[in-house]
């Protein structure tokens, strides 16, 4: 038996399953937020920035099929959204890779004070020994 899954073109996933009527009336969400997004774990980023990525490559092939129709493209204001929700994700990345360096170089400033500590109580009880 074959499944309308299977039947289906490849190629569909990269167009707007949304018929272009009904895209013409409807209100576009907005982007997400950095406030919103510092919430999320790292695998919903990961699986958002997937969404965006599909997002981005199907909102440039109905931008190339209305170029090819010499028409206009529906919802245009959508391909910003997804730039700036991925921009955002990469943003968050960024800080999250900051507070990580810095957390490690100060545990390792702690640690290298802690060593220096001990060697100089070592001097003092060798001075004291002798």
Sequence with gaps: STTPSAMMNPLDQFRDPVPREERETEKVGRSWSTKELRRKSYDDLNRLWYVLYKEKNMLST??????????????????????KSMAAIKAVLGERKTEKINAHNLLMAEKEGEEEIAVIEEIADTEEKK
């Design 62 to 83: 109905e931008a190339h099929f209305a170029r090819r129709k010499q028409a206009y493209m529906v919802q245009p204001e959508r391909k910003k959204k997804v730039q």
